[in-house]
């Protein structure tokens, strides 16, 4: 609860207004985020926090701020359609997830979130693609508003500070799959394009209201075989919320990220991601690194440093798998104003299979086999036939015993 006094009663302004081989190759694709980055971005930029609706670059999920915010080029839950929407295109079976952000004194976050797959190809004819639908209230707090009147009395009431409301639709599907061959060796690569649309709405002390439509669009490239990744993302791109007669801008944030899995020993793994935040309306950007282990497929355990940026600092969370059912949990050490928490709870649908799953990473033969090429053993030649006996040596006595 926070307390602000005020000498005489004035007229809100508002918000300041801020100053003004089947499918896609990957030439065409780099070209089309290029193209998106250089009509999103503009010409000029404020500092930090001069844009609305600073919630929407709050890390929505506990998986992702558990390792930093670098999810951009890993994308392979429902949580992708607040981070990189192409990722959608990875997943093979419904998903349905619940999780609760607990803030600053009496700020707190809710996000529900479903996706799941079509039982249809997708506009490249490569495989079935899938959608998302994301449904988050954000609800910044409240504060007591005291004036002064003239005859000397004291008038106080209580207010909400701000309220938000974000609903997201996504679409993400396979693009690209090849193989390339290069000193002999067959390097397999795929490719997701996906893109979400927004409706955003929020309120300033209970009276101000504004709403927009923002779009996100998102690229990834995958080398399966060797456990790499790649992406590129643009969020928020819209004309801003206007609240009365100003407008200001949404926080445009352009992700790139890098991310890397391989095998360890039996069937554990070890995922590292890094990724750098630009946010285009602000003049600011992010560096973020993140590590998770998978034990068993059945604990994981996440770290993360978020740098360049005045939510900063360490992260850490952890997440239990048990058949369809995870519970991930997560928690920052920005300081006392930036330090939250997350937990969340999702559920797999592992009935309904709409397409196959392969696993990103390959896990090792734990008895490899020799893979010398062997000789192809060369045909006997036909016996020949066993010569007649001399009947000359035949005795005619039969010994009886």
């Not at 005291?146 to 106080?156: D, H, P, V, Y």
């Not at 399966?224 to 791109?237: E, T």
Request: aromatic letters at 10%.
């Amino acid at each position: 609860m926070k307390t602000i006094a005020a000498g005489i009663k004035q007229n809100s302004t508002g918000p300041r207004q801020s100053c003004r081989d089947r499918g896609i190759g990957l030439p065409g694709t780099l070209a089309l985020f290029l193209a998106i980055f250089f009509f999103s971005c503009p010409v000029f930029a404020d500092g930090p926090g001069s844009t609305g609706v600073q919630v929407l670059k709050t890390d929505i999920s506990p998986r992702a701020m558990g390792m930093g915010g670098a999810f951009a080029a890993i994308a392979d839950d429902l949580y992708s359609i607040n981070y990189n929407p192409a990722g959608l295109g990875q997943l093979y079976m419904p998903e349905v997830s619940a999780m609760y952000l607990s803030g600053f004194e009496d700020s707190g976050l809710n996000n529900f979130a479903v996706a799941m797959p079509l039982p249809l190809t997708g506009f490249a004819d490569l495989a079935k693609p899938a959608v998302g639908l994301s449904f988050m209230m954000a609800d910044a707090g409240s504060f007591n508003l005291r004036l002064l009147n003239a005859n000397g009395t004291i008038t106080e009431s209580s207010y909400d500070a701000q309220k938000d409301m974000v609903v997201a639709l996504g679409y993400g599907e396979k693009v690209y799959s090849d193989e390339l061959k290069i000193e002999g060796y067959a390097l397999k690569l795929d490719q997701y394009l996906g893109f979400n649309v927004k409706y955003i709405k929020s309120t300033l002390l209970e009276d101000y209201t504004a709403s927009a439509i923002a779009f996100d669009a998102g690229w990834l490239g995958m080398a399966p075989n060797l456990g790499l990744s790649a992406a590129v993302s643009m969020a928020n791109v819209g004309g801003g919320l206007k609240y009365l007669n100003e407008t200001t801008r949404l926080p445009s944030i352009l992700r790139i990220g890098l991310s890397y899995q391989r095998p360890t020993i039996m069937d554990q793994s070890v995922l590292i991601a890094a990724e750098g935040d630009f946010y285009t309306a602000e003049s600011q950007k992010s560096l973020r690194v993140g590590m998770e282990y998978h034990f068993e497929q059945f604990f994981n355990m996440r770290v993360g440093y978020k740098a360049l940026e005045d939510n900063g600092g360490l992260t850490m969370g952890l997440g239990v798998r048990y058949d369809d059912m995870s519970l991930d949990f997560a928690t920052s050490a920005g300081g006392e104003v930036y330090n939250t928490s997350q937990l969340s709870f999702s559920y797999k649908f592992s009935g309904i299979v709409v397409k196959e799953h392969r696993k990103k990473t390959v896990y090792k033969d734990p008895r490899p086999q020799d893979k010398t090429p062997q000789k192809p053993a060369r045909p006997k030649p036909a016996s020949k036939p066993a010569a007649p006996r001399d009947n000359k040596d035949k005795s005619d006595f039969i010994w009886l015993y």
